[in-house]
């Protein structure tokens, strides 16, 4: 038997590509932070497009007795190397961001590369980029609310380790 990364929340691995898009949603998961990181090097395009988030593995249906949802939530960052044509807005930064969707629409051009749109309360980012990697730094943690506390998930954070 292979034991899962995390077997209590059910997650079958700590780091995703774009292959696993069908698998993966964002909804309600809470960014923190967002970078847009140069190469060091001439690499073009230059940037790197990353989001520190709290991505929800499960939602926990509530028990009969309960009204609520429960969450395992893991610590992530997002990362869209290559990025280019990158646009977007900012709500008024004191509100909270949390991702709607994030949807893979057809290239608008020649160019093979998708464009991504990643909607979201109080923002809205579009960019053009082969594919992403996304890490989960720390194993799922159960949780009755939709985000973690700061303590709980070591803070902001571009690492781009996996915990398995």
């Known amino acids: ?3 899962l990364p995390h077997d ?3 997650l079958s691995k700590a780091t995703w590509t774009e292959a696993d898009f069908p698998d993966m949603g964002w909804h309600d998961c809470r960014v923190h932070a ?3 990181g140069e190469y060091e090097d001439d690499t073009l395009p230059p940037a790197r497009l990353l989001l520190d988030l709290d991505y929800i593995v499960r939602w926990v249906e509530p028990q009969r007795s309960k ?16 990025a280019w044509n990158i646009t977007g807005q900012l709500g008024p930064l004191h509100e909270v961001r949390e991702i709607s969707d994030v949807h893979r629409l057809d290239p608008p051009d020649s160019n093979a590369e998708p464009l991504l749109h990643i909607e979201g309360q109080n923002f809205e980012l579009r960019l053009r980029a082969p594919g992403y990697t996304q890490n989960l730094r720390m194993p799922p943690q159960h ?3 939709q985000i973690l506390t700061s303590a709980e998930r070591g803070g902001i954070s571009f690492a781009q380790q996996s915990f398995a």
């Open 143 to 145: 949780v009755s609310r």
């Open 8 to 10: 209590p929340s059910g």
């Open 67 to 82: 009204r609520q949802f429960t969450f395992w939530i893991a610590p992530a960052t997002l990362v869209f190397e290559r």
């Open 1 to 3: 038997m292979i034991a």
């Open 34 to 36: 967002v970078s847009i």
